[in-house]
Structure formats: C-alpha cells, structure tokens
Nanobody, 119 residues
Framework: QVQLVESGGGLVQAGGSLRLSCSAS????????MAWYRQAPGKERELVAG???????NNADSVKGRFTISRDNAKNTLYLQMNSRNPEDTAVYYC?????????????WGTGTLVTVSS
C-alpha cells in the first residue's frame, strides 16, 4: 500500500507562482513513475506532467514552459512548480504513483489539493 498526500494548494493571482508537494508513505520502494493530474470544474481529469524514477519528465502542452515537475526519491516527495499561472489552471490537482511489484502494477492517488487562480 502507498499513501499519497498533496499540499501547497490555495488561492493565487494570475501570473504568480506556487509549488505543490506530494508526500508518499507506506511501501514507497515499489514506486516507479509519478505524475500530477488536474481536474477543472466540469471537465475530465487530465495529465499535467509525469516523471520516471530516473527523472525523465513529460509535460502536457498546456503547461510546457510554465510548470516543472521534479521528485526527491530520498524524501519520497513529488513536486510541481507552477509559474505564470492563469485562471485556466484553476483545478483540483492530484498526485499519482505507479507501484510495480511481482504481482503487477497498481496506481495510487492522493485526495487532491485545490488551486484557484484569480484574474
């Protein structure tokens, strides 16, 4: 079992910066890829950015050049640095982790943190 807890959300003005954190606990040795997703009101959940255990990243086109995903494997923590925010970034942001064991893969999710960007 892996538990994920997001933090750092809140209300920010457009153009500002914010950093989200996701702390993993439990059987963290099985974690491989981690990612940030978001779900805006009335929309489906979408991938924001992902990062492999080795640090290779992949960002959605909508956040390229503005958001940076990173992870500290020693601290079992995932980060999302968000710069140049705009109101379209308003959403609940979720942390996810893929746990790989001999039994296969399993996805774990945090409960989300709300980020609101005011214009």
């Amino acid at each position: 079992q892996v538990q994920l807890v997001e933090s750092g959300g809140g209300l920010v003005q457009a153009g500002g910066s914010l950093r989200l954190s996701c702390s993993a606990s439990g059987n963290t040795d099985c974690i491989s890829t981690m990612a940030w997703y978001r779900q805006a009101p009335g929309k489906e959940r979408e991938l924001v950015a992902g990062i492999t255990e080795g640090g290779t990243t992949n960002n959605a086109d909508s956040v390229k050049g503005r958001f940076t995903i990173s992870r500290d494997n020693a601290k079992n923590t995932l980060y999302l640095q968000m710069n140049s925010r705009n109101p379209e970034d308003t959403a609940v942001y979720y942390c996810s982790a893929v746990c790989v064991t001999w039994g296969g893969k399993r996805d774990y999710w945090g409960t989300g943190t709300l980020v609101t960007v005011s214009s």
